[in-house]
């Protein structure tokens, strides 16, 4: 019964909404359904020899399983294939062994379990299928190639996981419990990485850094990550690209690999090994050139978008104990714009005969072109020796550099005029009531390197495992900027020629640091029962040049199995953020020279969080409920605001607050084999402006800034699904649906400033955070159809699969910004309306 309610509501939710996307494909010709097969065995007592009911068994990696019932028996129906399959029960060891499934067949697999008393000197501190420490969601990387997105670049596949804000889907970048675009944390096989430091637009960004085609594990932590990790104050993403050769399950000897094309991008990669299993390696390449795509929005032009990435991993296998691996990067990211007009309507149109409508459009007329770059390259590599069998330690070095430009030089004529609703869109339905030129002017270029030695040291002691390390990092920014506003027009009274510069500035600045740190943390087995508690304490020192300064952050965490069901996660920990250049560039305009806003004085912001979580998994039904509680006391914060995705930071230590929240997740496998979840989160974040800070202030500005204020990030609600389900009658065809939902993010309007002219008034913002943007909501759906092309491809099955997404299904209008007319009405930035997107991906 419950397979079939949870069948009913996959399918209530997805087949609906995507049956017409399978009639489209149905050219697609026939192919053989995807076959199935069974596996069913008996798990025993190693002791007694009597049949244990109530065992969990999982296919390992998913929340797809069973339970044994009263005789110890337990059936599985799964696609055919290789599985890794998990048995645990209270009292006993967990035990993991692999099955080949086969076509319409029974295979049978009977395991027995230890008594967990007889084995207690071995520590296991990652335990299976259930978080092992909070805070922390397992994405897979098959997940990502499925989720319907305009780009698979990995990032926006984390929208989807509880806690992380929801506003754009044009950009990479990601708010994480209510923390800025610049709290979170991104390693590559145990190498950082960065996002762009200076975009305005979220399509100037271009391709994220992580390519899902090469990893084979994606872990987020969202907030009490341990010391390892660093000092971020909001999250972690830690990704392992495969290593093939040092595995069965990443193919010894042949090369696979897959091929991906769609109308927005292409992607390819390869993998294998060599010399028996020692070498080996894996490469990927992508191109993505999607003007139409960003072409849909209401600003027309001649969009040219080009963003390439390629990237390389290797590992040598020098002897038993000792091996090198290497990680390369190039991405280079052009966008290229000549915009010709926009038309944006904005208002309210009224039903009421008494209450007219104020519906309006702003026309402008565009000339000029901007051009960003976003040129990025990566190297690193690592020595790792196996000491003995319980000491390891592993040295790298890596240099990271990025350079990126933005030119540009665009003059806009711009119209305001009453519209009448019920009319046609033409001239003739345009009442003029106001019309400025608007010519902006930008060179300018930030050239970014990051060099870092470190080393990393584990020793098993048993029922400790003793974790250090220590990093050295070099830090070179080179800055130039010349950028200006101009805005012409008219006065409203006297009709005279105005001309007024909003901004001008022209500088250069270098910026060269160095930042060191070191961790010490241990993981303890606590109780007899192996597994049951598992403690992690660690401390972290980290010091910064710019501002000669130190932080200490101790961090503990622990996981208890209640039972084999119940699992229960906590964390404390205080997370220091040290200052980068972002932040302590603020906002020149104004003050005649960047160096001038670097603040000496500055110091790292602070984070003291505390995490309370828990989940419970039900096998009968395949599903896990998941629910986490959270608190951060904030302190030493530097206040920023949001333009689209580019944060302008104020330079200094001006505020303080807190962020408290909850994160609810419904996950499991509905039907076998795919995994689908719901997500609900709620969260506040505050700040406080420092008496200090205040009185520095102009009045204007100390009455916009008073009391709590919520902070950019303060998405009170956001809900979440990706939900997975085969086209009733054919398992050859799938469908995938992403629903996205976050309330309206906080900005601060422009108000009227002193006037500079008979009726012309400069623009000065009100109060600060007073306002909230309109809520996001979004809709994307695929089908998918699975041709077998052949069983014995080079290493693996050749499989061709032929997929059609229509992105933002619903046609939704989302705004991400806003700017303002003369008259000081709010004309809204809308995103991408609805988008069809065909793909085609080949694996072998």
């Known amino acids: ?78 696609p055919t294939g290789r599985y890794t399959l998990w048995f645990s029960a209270v009292g006993f060891s967990s035990e993991v062994d692999s099955v080949v499934v086969t076509k319409d067949s029974e295979t049978r697999l009977d395991v027995t379990l230890a008594s967990s008393v007889l084995e207690m000197e071995e520590l296991m501190v990652a335990g299976g299928p259930a ?27 984390l929208k989807t996981t509880p806690g992380v804000a929801t506003n754009s889907e044009l950009t990479q970048q990601y708010s994480v419990r209510g923390g800025g675009y610049n709290e979170n944390l991104v390693f590559i096989n145990g190498f950082e990485i960065f996002f762009p430091f200076r975009p305005r637009q979220g399509e100037q960004e271009g391709l994220g850094l992580l390519n899902p085609a090469l990893a084979s594990g994606i872990t987020f932590y969202t907030g009490g990550f341990p010391a390892e990790y660093g000092g971020k104050l909001s999250s972690a993403l830690d990704v392992q690209y495969a290593q ?72 040598y296998q020098i002897s038993d104990r000792v091996s090198v691996e290497a990680l390369g990067i190039w991405a280079d990211n052009a966008f290229d714009l000549e915009p010709e007009e926009r038309t944006t309507y904005f208002g309210v149109i009224s039903l009421d005969p008494d209450r007219p409508s104020d519906f309006k459009a702003l026309q402008s007329t565009l000339s000029g ?3 960003d770059g976003y040129t990025t390259a990566f190297g690193g590599a690592r020595l790792h020796v196996d000491v003995t069998d319980r000491l390891s330690m592993a040295h790298d070095i890596a240099h990271f550099s990025t350079k990126e430009t933005e030119s540009f030089d665009i003059e806009s004529d711009r119209r305001v005029c009453q519209v009448d609703p019920t009319g046609e869109a033409s001239s003739a339905n345009c009442f003029l009531q106001g019309e400025s030129t608007v010519t902006r002017f930008a060179d300018n270029a930030v050239d970014v390197r990051r060099r870092t030695g470190r080393g990393r040291y584990e020793w098993d002691l048993g029922r400790h495992r003793l974790e250090g390390g220590w990093h050295l990092r070099s830090l070179r920014f080179e800055d130039n900027i010349e950028e200006k506003t101009v ?41 007899p029962a192996e597994g049951r508690l598992t403690v992690t304490g660690g401390v972290r020192g980290d010091y910064f040049s710019f501002n000669d300064e130190w932080t200490v952050s101790p961090r503990l965490s622990a996981r208890f199995s209640a039972t084999d069901r119940l699992t229960l996660t906590g964390a404390w920990g205080i997370y220091h953020q040290k200052p980068t250049y972002r932040e302590l560039r603020g906002d020149p305009e104004g003050i005649g020279s960047i160096e ?68 609810l997740q419904v996950r499991g496998e509905l039907v076998p084999g795919l995994e689908s979840w719901f997500n609900y989160s709620y969260l506040v974040a505050e700040e406080r402006f420092t008496e200090e800070a205040l009185s520095s202030y102009s009045n204007r500005l100390r009455e916009a800034r008073q009391g709590l204020i919520p902070r950019p990030a303060d998405q009170r609600h956001t809900f979440s699904a990706f939900v997975q389900d085969y086209v009733p009658g054919d398992k050859s065809w799938k469908v995938h649906m992403r629903l996205l939902y976050g309330s309206g993010l906080p900005y601060t309007p422009t108000n009227p400033g002193p006037e500079v002219a008979e009726g012309v008034q400069t623009r000065v913002p009100g109060d600060r955070m007073s306002e909230r943007l309109p809520a996001y909501r979004r809709v994307d759906v695929g089908a998918t159809k699975r041709i077998e092309v052949t069983e014995n491809g ?39 309306p609805r988008t069809l997107n065909a793909r085609l991906r080949l694996t072998f």
């Open 794 to 832: 080079i290493g693996e099955p050749v499989r061709l699969e032929l997929t059609l997404e229509v992105l933002n299904m619903f046609d939704m209008d989302n705004t991400v910004d806003y700017s303002w007319t003369r008259g000081f009405e709010r004309v809204p930035k809308r995103l991408t």
């Open 487 to 527: 805005i012409e027009g008219t006065s409203r009274r006297g009709r005279d020629p105005v001309r007024i510069r909003v901004d001008s500035l022209t500088d250069r600045a270098v910026f060269n640091e160095r930042q060191f740190g070191a961790y010490l943390q241990d993981a303890v087995d606590v109780l």
């Open 596 to 663: 001038e806003t670097l603040n000496r004085d500055i110091q790292s912001q602070r984070s003291v969080q505390y995490v309370l979580g828990g989940e419970y998994f039900f096998p009968e039904q395949r599903l896990s409920v998941r629910a986490e509680a959270y608190y951060k006391d904030l302190d030493n914060l530097i206040s920023y605001t949001i333009e689209d995705v580019r944060v302008n930071y104020s330079g200094e230590n001006d505020t303080y607050g807190y962020t408290y929240g909850m994160d």
């Open 244 to 315: 093939p050769g040092q595995d069965g399950t990443t193919g010894r000897g042949p090369l696979s690999g897959s091929v991906d094309l769609s109308t927005l991008d292409a992607n390819a990669h390869l993998q294998s090994s060599a010399l028996g299993g020692d070498l080996g390696w894996s490469f990927g390449a992508r191109r993505a050139q999607p003007g139409r795509f960003f072409g849909t929005q209401d600003l027309k032009g001649d969009y040219s978008p080009r963003f390439t990435d390629l990237q390389g991993t290797a590992q």
């Open 369 to 371: 072109a901007r051009s």
């Open 131 to 157: 978080p092992d420490r909070p805070g922390v969601y397992k994405v897979d990387p098959a997940d990502v190639q499925n989720m319907p997105t305009p780009f698979k670049d990995g990032f926006r596949a």
């Open 1 to 78: 019964m419950s397979d079939c309610l949870g069948r009913g509501l996959s399918r209530l939710l997805v087949t609906g909404a995507c049956c017409f996307l399978v009639w489209l494909l149905l050219g697609a010709g026939p192919a053989a359904a995807q076959t199935w097969g069974q596996v069913a065995g008996t798990v025993t007592d190693s002791t007694e020899e009597a049949p244990l009911p109530g065992v969990t068994v999982l296919v390992e990696g998913t929340d797809f399983g069973t339970a044994t019932g009263p005789d110890g028996n337990y059936r599985l129906e799964l």
